[in-house]
C-alpha cells in the first residue's frame, strides 16, 4: 500500500501528494508518469511526477480534480493509502546538452513542467519560464518557478496577476526581443501546446510537448493512448509522453482525448453527489 | 463395456439469447454422471495417441480411466503430474487442434470430450478438496518470474514445489496476465485464475503487483541487488498491432486488448466500475483469432450489433472451433474474405464505417494457409461506430531494452532454447508469448514447466 505522506491544496482545485512508493522514487526522473488507483474497483489513472525524493523514497505528484477518480483522490487525506501506484513509465525528458530553454506551462500543466524547470536548472541551464493561468486564484508553483528560473513570466488570461494575455504572447516577446532558445518545452492543456508549437514552429525552434492522453496499463499493452507524430502512430506511455510538437497531430488527439466526456461528466457528478450524501 | 455412443456428452450451456446479455460462464460443466458416462467412451488405447496430442502430455487415459471409476481425486491428481492450471486449459485449450484430433473416437463419430472431462476434474478438486496444500521446506534459494501469467504461475508452481523461494513481478495491479486482462469472464471465470494464483501463494509464492520490470527494476538488479540466482521471462506479448491504414487513430477505434482491458481487468461491463467503454451500436471486429471472438461476444453483450471481418474463409480461422460456434449462435454476423483498407470518419473525428476490400484465396504462403489476394474494384463500406482491431500481438520491448545481452529476434521474440528456456544470459530464462509470439495458454504453461526444470537443474550444479 502506498501511504499519503502529505497533502498541500495549491489552489481550490490543484492538490499536491507526496505518496511513499520508494521503488519509484529510486528511478524516476522528470517527465516521466506514474499509474494509480486510489481504492480496488477504481481506474487507473495515468498522472506525471511532479518531485521525487531518493532518500526517503516519495513521490510527489500534483492533480487537478477533472473527474471521478481526481474528486476520490482529492478526498483522501495523510496517513490513507493508495491502492496501487506504479512508475515510474515512459522517457524522461532530455536535458543533456541544452544550454537555453523556455518552459511554458498552462495551468495544471505547470505542476509538470515545474521539475523539467528545476532539473535544466540544476544542470546550469539558463531557463526561462512562462507560466498561464485562467486567473490569480488557480497560480500555482509561483515561488517555485521563480528559485528555479533565470526569467520567470506570469500570465493570466484576465489580468488579475502577472500580465494579461496568453503564453504564446509573453513566448513571442521573448523570441522578437532576441532570445535564442536550443528548445522550447511545453506542457499544458492540448489547446495551449498546439499554439506554443504554431508560433515556435514559424521560428524555427525545436519544440516539445508532453502528452496526457488516455491510458489504461501505461506499459504498451492497450494502444488507448496513440497519437500521429511525424504521421507515424506513437504509444504515448512507451514511445513518449514527449514528442516533437511540430510533429504531432493535435486536432486528433483533442479529439481522442474527449471520447469519453459524457461518461466522465457522469461518473464525475455521481461521485460530488456520494460525498455530499456522506457529509450529510 | 465402454460407451459406443458416436456423439459427445452434449455441454449444458446457458441459452444463446440469454448468454449473449450477460458476462457468466457460458458453458456450465458437465455433471458427475455425465462425466463418468463420457469418460466410458474412451477406448483407454494402450498407444495414448492423445497423450501425444498435447503440448504437455497429460496421461490422458489414465486420469479418464479414473473419471469413469467415479475417482476424480486421483484423476486430478494425473492431470496435475502434467499440467499446472487444469481448470484453465480444460476450458480454453484448442482440443479440437490437440489431443481430441488424435482420439480414435474421432475417426467415426465425435472424439472423447477430453477438455470437458479435463474441465470437470478440475472442477471437482476446487469445489471440494479440503486440505491445505503442504508447504515444502525451503532449499534456501531465490528465483524471480516475471509475468503472472501462465507461463510465469506455471513456472513459479514447479519450482515452489521444489522449495523454492519465488517471487513473481506484475506489471498491472492484479495477477494472472491475459488470464485476467484477456479472456472474458464468460469463457474463463475471474474466481478460477485467483483461485489458482492463492494456491501458488498457499505454497509460499510471493507475488509482487505494480512492479514493471525494465522500468520499476531490471533484470540486473533482481540478480545482483535482490539476491535472484535465476530469473524467468514471462512477460507475454502485449504489444497490439494496427493495420497502418488511414482512420486507425479515429475515437472509436479500439485495439482488441485495450477493449478486452478495459471489460475484463477493470470490469468496464458493471455499473459500479469507473471505466468506461464505448462498444457503440454497431462494432465491427477485425480478425480471426480466439481474441477477436472475445471481442466481438464482448460487444454482443454490452449491447452492440456485431460483425466480424476475416480476409480467409471460415475453414482458415485460427479461432478454437468452439468459440466461432458459440459466436455465431449468440448473433454475431461473419464477413469471410473481406479485409479493412479504411476507417472512415464523421465530422467529430468519431468512426462511421469501414471500408473493406473483398478478398480471393490463392496459392499458400509461408505459414502454410491459403493466401489471401484482394479483387480489383470491389470495395464497399460496413456502417460502424466502434472497429476493434484484433490482429495480433507482438512481445513488448521494455525488458529487452532494458537488459544488456538479452538476443531477440528481428520481431522482438526472446531467443530462447526449445528445450530449457535457457536465453543468451546466463541464469535468465524465457518462455510463453514472449519468446514465440502470441500463442496458447497451454504452450505457454508447458514452456514455463520446461523452464523450471532447467533452472533448478542450473542452480542446483552451481551449488
New interface residues.
Partial sequence: MFEILEKKCLNPTVTLMRINAP??AK?AEPGQFIIL?TDE????IPLTVADYDRENGSVTIIFQVVG??TEKLNHMNEGDCL???????GRATHTEGLKKVAVVGGGVGCAIAYPVTKKLHELGCEVHAIAGFRTKDLVILEDEFKAASTKFILMSDDGSCGEKGLVTDALKKLIESGEQYDEVITIGPLIMMKFVCGLTKQYGIKTIASMNPIM??G??????C???VGGK?KFAC?DGPEFDGHEI?F??IM??N???KP??RK?HEDTCNLFKQEVK | MPNMSLKKNEMPVQEPDVRNKNFSEVALGYTAEQAIDEAKRCLNCKNKPCTGGCPVQIDIPAFIAEVAEGNFEEAYKIITRSSSLPAVCGRVCPQESQCECKCVRGIKGEPVAIGRLERFVADFHNANAKEAPEVPASNGHKVAVIGSGPSGLACAGDLAKKGYKVTVYE???LAGGVLS?GIPEFRLPKSIVQKEIEGLKALGVDVE????IG???SIDELMEDYGFEAVFIGSGA???R?M?IKG?????V??A??FL??IN???AYKP?????I?PGKKAVVVGGGNVAMDAARSAKRLGADVTIVYRRTEKELPARAEEVEHAMEEGIEFKFLTNPVEITSDE???VKGVICQQMELSAPDESGRARPVAVEGSEFEIEADCVIMSIGTSP???IKSTTEGLETQKWGGIIADEETGLTSREGVYAGGDAVTGAATVILAMGAGKKAAAAIDEYIASKN
Fill in positions: 521503488l519509484v528511478k488507483r474497483n477504481g481506474e487507473r471521478a477518480t491502492h496501487d501506484f506504479a512508475g515510474p513509465l489504461i496499463d506499459t504498451g499493452m492497450c494502444g488507448g496513440r497519437l500521429s502512430m512507451v497531430d486536432d486528433e479529439s481522442r474527449s471520447m469519453y461518461f466522465e461518473a | 506489471a498491472l495491479h486482462y503487483t505494480n512492479v514493471i522500468k520499476t527494476l502485449g504489444l497490439p494496427f497502418n486507425e487513430n479515429l475515437s472509436g479500439y485495439s486488448n485495450e482491458t478495459r481487468l477493470m470490469k459500479d466500475s469507473t471505466t468506461p464505448q467529430n473525428k468519431w513488448n520491448p521494455l
